[in-house]
């Protein structure tokens, strides 16, 4: 019925050529009744923008919420804690102290056995549960994803994390759901197994940010963005030293063509005989 024949449309403008293809089909968002979840609204971040970097004030807030709420159940095994000193928005000090805190299973020593150390820089921060058995045991036989990648793992990216976790609302009528599930319409099918995370003041940020569902969500999706591109900040300066050099050698390429070359193919050579 009706939703065939939107479908058919979108095939027959995705197919077409022309300037009426464009307008058609630009900056448009269309959901289908039979789509079983809304899809992510674009939220527009600051770190978008071709020369943006991420918010560094963001990025530390959301790592506090990563480590408060989140590091609970989901780990960020390719985290180093050497990569939050090299980002800057922790100084040295702050994360030895942080590394310092953890205990790390190291070894084997001289007699062959495996012993706990205080970590260092050099260590990947460790997950929640010793291996993924443990995990799905932890969770009813469910496994929490690792948020390294997580933003790159899903359709929509950072946007599909921040409306996810702003968006558990009541079931609506006629909708069933399963002990354990929870409604979020932002989550393929609708129902979730993992509770809503975020509540008000669920942290005291030390900047004196009023921690909000919103603000929570907000910060800790650009810090989950960063985990899955740490080197974002130094591509995009790199793309400008190159097109700073880039643009250089076009202007003295330009100027040998123009004033060193141009004379010498432009000569006419004679001879007398």
């Not at 939107?6 to 009744?33: E, I, K, W």
Request: aromatic letters at 10%; glycine letters at 8%.
């Amino acid at each position: 019925g009706r939703v065939m024949f939107v479908r058919n449309l979108g095939r027959r403008l995705a197919s077409a050529q022309g300037p009426v293809a464009v307008l058609a089909l630009g900056g448009t968002t269309t959901a289908l009744c039979s789509e079983d979840h809304i899809p992510s609204l674009e939220m527009h971040w600051s770190h978008h923008g071709a020369l943006a970097a991420y918010d560094a004030k963001a990025v530390r807030r959301g790592f506090q919420v990563y480590k408060e709420v989140c590091a609970s159940c989901h780990s960020i095994n390719r985290i180093a804690f050497r990569n939050l000193v090299e980002y800057g928005a922790w100084s040295e000090s702050e994360v030895k102290a942080m590394a310092e805190e953890v205990d790390i299973v190291d070894g084997p020593n001289d007699e062959g056995e495996m012993f706990e150390r205080p970590g260092k820089l050099s260590d990947y921060m460790p997950g929640p549960y010793a291996n993924d058995e443990a995990a799905r045991a932890a969770n009813n036989g469910a496994l929490p994803p690792d948020l390294s990648l997580i933003v790159k793992a899903r359709h929509g990216g950072v946007d599909y994390i921040f409306n996810l976790l702003n968006g558990y609302v009541d079931a609506p009528a006629g909708k069933v759901m399963l002990p354990g599930l929870y409604y979020n319409p932002y989550f393929p099918g609708g129902a979730i197994g993992m509770p809503a995370p975020l509540m008000d003041e669920a942290v005291e940020f030390p900047d004196g940010t009023v921690a909000t569902v919103s603000q929570m969500a907000k910060d800790v999706s650009i810090f989950l963005n960063w985990t899955s591109e740490p080197e974002h900040d130094d591509r995009k300066k790199a793309g400008v030293r190159w097109l700073i050099a880039l643009s250089i050698a076009a202007l003295v390429a330009g100027f040998t063509k123009r004033f060193r070359w141009a004379p010498l193919k432009a000569r006419k050579i004679s001879y007398d005989f």
